[in-house]
């Protein structure tokens, strides 16, 4: 956190560079005005950044605008990143030397993104608040489950058992949490289900969730420290919503018009921003031409 108490991070999602495809173009001259404009302490990119071969070159264009200003940053994979010619640990070992690159891996679960960052308090070296990143994997590996694949139990318990280790090494206390992968939870679906919700942004389509739910969400309610979860995937959702007071949210679709990108207003980025020893979390959608919108004060504004 800094002197002002605050931490921001910037939430880019759904790049999908296609090497060489001048319509990608458009997704790096956003993130570099997003960037400049809000000059964030952390960059989460929530998936499916590159969406062609060569990997490789399509990964150095998607992460570019934030290795070339050494903003620190993380990286979860999507569905499609590992569709091209490099596996998901081929990937994560090609950024590992960059700049600012904080992408890590557990290692004996499922899924090649899990892992923790702590942010430290403004003034010592104590953790002040936790991100949490998940690999939300890709498709059903169960013939009769069509869809998408779902965060696995052992993940969930990893989730846990991590939970309990913050929580206790902070005097009994949850630490104030966010979660970062790139596939919704089925909790996405059953929170726009409520006429009487909190919610605010654009819906567009249904949550393309997996079919399956191993609790996860459940389980972030129980430890009581994830206040809000961040996800991409579907293109023309941007909303954040109230499901039992914690914000599920979607990044704004980043990329440029080489896949489905019609919601309203073009590509941009979220922000999120949080301030030290409080768990309300204060977000917006930053826009083409510096436009802000959609900004939410949670849990305030859903009171």
């Known amino acids: ?25 458009v997704a790096g001259v956003r993130m570099r005005e997003v960037l400049d404009a809000e000059r964030p302490d952390l960059v ?44 998901r640990a081929e ?12 992408t890590s891996t557990t290692k004996g679960i499922s899924g090649q993104t899990n892992y923790t960052l702590t942010i430290k308090s403004s003034v010592g070296d104590k953790t002040a608040a936790v991100v949490y990143v998940f690999d939300s994997n890709s498709y059903s590996p169960i013939e009769r489950v069509k869809g998408y694949d779902w965060i696995k139990h052992d993940q969930v318990q990893w989730y846990i058992n991590r939970s309990r280790t913050f929580t206790a090494a902070n005097g009994g ?21 409520n006429q009487n919700i909190y919610m605010v942004g654009t819906r567009k389509e249904m949550a393309c969730a997996p079919e399956v739910n191993t609790g996860l969400a459940t389980a972030m309610l129980e430890a009581g420290d994830v206040k809000g979860v961040f996800v991409g995937h579907d ?40 301030r030290e020893g409080s768990d309300a979390i204060h977000t917006w959608i930053r826009i083409a031409g510096g436009k802000i919108i959609n900004e939410v004060h949670f849990p305030a504004d859903a009171e």
């Open 1 to 25: 956190f800094n002197n002002e108490k605050k931490f921001k991070i910037v939430q880019f999602t759904d790049i999908h560079w296609i090497y060489g495809n001048p319509d990608s173009d």
């Open 44 to 87: 989460v990119f929530t998936g499916d950044l590159i969406f062609a071969k060569p990997a490789a070159k399509a990964l150095d264009k998607a992460l570019e605008p934030v290795v070339e200003r050494g903003i620190p940053f993380a990286v979860t994979w999507g569905n499609h990143d590992d569709e091209q010619d490099m596996t």
């Open 91 to 102: 990937l994560s070992a090609y950024i590992s030397q960059k700049r600012g690159n904080l």
């Open 173 to 193: 206390k949850p630490l104030p949490a966010l979660a970062f992968f790139h596939i919704p939870l089925p909790e996405y679906r059953e929170a726009t289900q």
């Open 235 to 274: 293109h023309v959702n941007d909303y954040v919503v109230d499901w039992n007071g914690i914000l599920l949210g979607y990044g704004r679709y980043t990329g440029g018009k080489t896949v489905y990108h019609d919601i309203p207003g073009g590509n941009g980025a979220r922000v999120i921003e949080l």
